[in-house]
Structures are given as C-alpha cells and as structure tokens.
C-alpha cells in the first residue's frame, strides 16, 4: 500500500506545464502546484493531462450506443426460471442487457444496452449532462418489442427508474501517450466503451507495462536520461496497443460477416 503521507486528496489538477529543466508543474484547481520529474497521466476520460500530451483539446465522441441502468432487490427476481445470482448477458440485434449480483447478492444491477449503428461515429453532439433519469416508458419503448423471452421482459417491468448513460470514447485514438516527461494511462490515454471490462483490463496492462519498465534495472543504473526511456515506454505501449487493436478490428470483422451469413 502506498504510504498515506504520499497521496493528497481532493486535489482536481487543472493543467500542466514544463519547466527549463525539464521537470513539469502541476496546477491544482486550489491555486496549490506540485514539480515533478515523471507525471503519470491516470485522470480518467476527461483527462486534463491528455491536452497537454496532445497540445491541444480532445473532445470526446458520442458512441451512438446508450445504457440503461438501474439497481433493484434482488427479491423482485425469485420467481425467474433464470438463475440470476449469476453474471448474465441476453444479446440481440444492436441490443443488450447485463445483470450480476452486488451487495451480498442481495440487489442486482442491470444495465441495458442499445446501439444505433446506422450513425456515423462522432457524427451526433450530445448536450450535458451525459447522465440523467428517464421514464420506465422509454425504457419499454427501446426494449419490450424484441422479443427477449418472458424472463428478460420480467426484468425489464422491474426497471422503475432507470437512469440513461450516453456512452462516449476517444476516438479517432491517439497517436502517442507521452510528451516528454508526460505519460498517459488508463481512459486518459485510450477511453473505450465499458463491454467486458475491456477498459479496465487495458488499464491493468498499461500499468503493468510501465511498472515493468521503471522497475528494470537498466532504468534505475546510472541515472537514466528520462526522455529517452520515455521513448522507450511509449514505443512499447503503442506496439501493445497496435497489436491489440489489429487483433480486434479482425475479431469485430468476423462477427460482422458471420452475423450477416
């Protein structure tokens, strides 16, 4: 665990900025900074350290896809031929739904999923706030005409107020995460869409791709020059993520052509 006195609380960081040196400063929203020799950039998908990574402002792209999401005891599921004290996932045509248990099995959280696939992404501005609660009726509307089977359609009468999530991701990605001693982590460097904790594992693996660097031992001899390593990082992330983003644009290609034949 880290040691307590190290890490500092509601400190919202507002920008970044390098010094002569080659260390950088970081500006906190309480007129408070910080100079540090490596920033790690793990601020999440609305990211301040990716503009200064990038130079310039990223906006966010609407996915065109939407999740529904409510918690709901579990008590109102009993009668369900369904286990439901299981991780479940019901797939449709640009519709899907995920439920699992929480709180000692006894709530479940149900989220469901629909796409529009017909929109070009990035092509639709979505106005703030990207969350909020709507009608069961919209619900209904989206859900109760494709034919889920009567214990879907149970859960779905069993979504009293559900709250709708416009899903945005960084896209087109980014071409690098590092800009000099800068370095990106997590949703701030690559912010995906939240199926099969993808994000997540991403996460973890960005992480331990640059633990594993720092903590080699020809970085810490001989005072290593920082720039160049971080070359080094960054050339090792991306080929991480090129190879991973080949892998899964052929994947998406598969279940495009199979689910047309």
């Not at 950039?41 to 609305?46: E, H, L, N, R, V």
């Not at 966010?60 to 031929?81: G, H, I, M, Q, T």
């Not at 009608?135 to 149970?154: C, I, K, R, T, V």
């Not at 559900?162 to 800009?179: C, I, Q, T």
Request: charged share 20%; proline share 5%; net charge neutral.
């Amino acid at each position: 665990m880290l040691d307590p006195r190290l890490v500092h609380m509601e400190q919202r960081c507002i920008s970044v900025s390098a010094l002569s040196s080659g260390s950088h400063v970081i500006h906190f929203a309480d007129g408070s900074t910080y100079e540090a020799d490596l920033v790690i950039g793990a601020d999440g998908i609305k990211s301040v350290i990716r503009d200064f990574v990038t130079g310039r402002p990223t906006p966010l792209a609407y996915s065109n896809s939407v999740a529904y999401r409510s918690v709901v005891p579990s008590e109102a599921f009993k009668d369900l031929k369904t286990d439901m004290m299981r991780p479940l996932c019901w797939i449709g045509k640009n519709r899907h739904i995920i439920s699992y248990p929480v709180q000692s099995d006894q709530k479940m959280n149900l989220v469901f999923f629909t796409t529009d696939a017909t929109i070009p992404l990035g092509s639709v501005d979505v106005p703030l706030p990207w969350a909020k609660l709507v009608s069961q009726d919209e619900l209904l509307h989206e859900f109760s005409q494709a034919g889920w089977g009567e214990d879907a359609n149970l859960i779905l009468k069993e979504m009293k107020n559900p709250s709708k999530w416009y899903l945005h991701f960084l896209h087109p990605p980014l071409s690098s995460y590092v800009r000099q001693r800068v370095v990106l982590l997590g949703d701030a460097a690559h912010a995906m869409l939240p199926y099969l904790g993808s994000g997540a594992g991403q996460g973890f693996e960005d992480v331990y791709a640059l633990c594993s660097l720092l903590g080699d031992a020809r970085a810490r001899k001989c005072h290593i020059d920082v720039n160049h390593f971080l070359d080094f990082v960054n050339s090792c992330l991306l080929t991480a993520l090129r190879t991973f983003s080949k892998f899964t644009i052929l994947s998406e290609w598969r279940v495009r052509i199979w689910s047309k034949s």
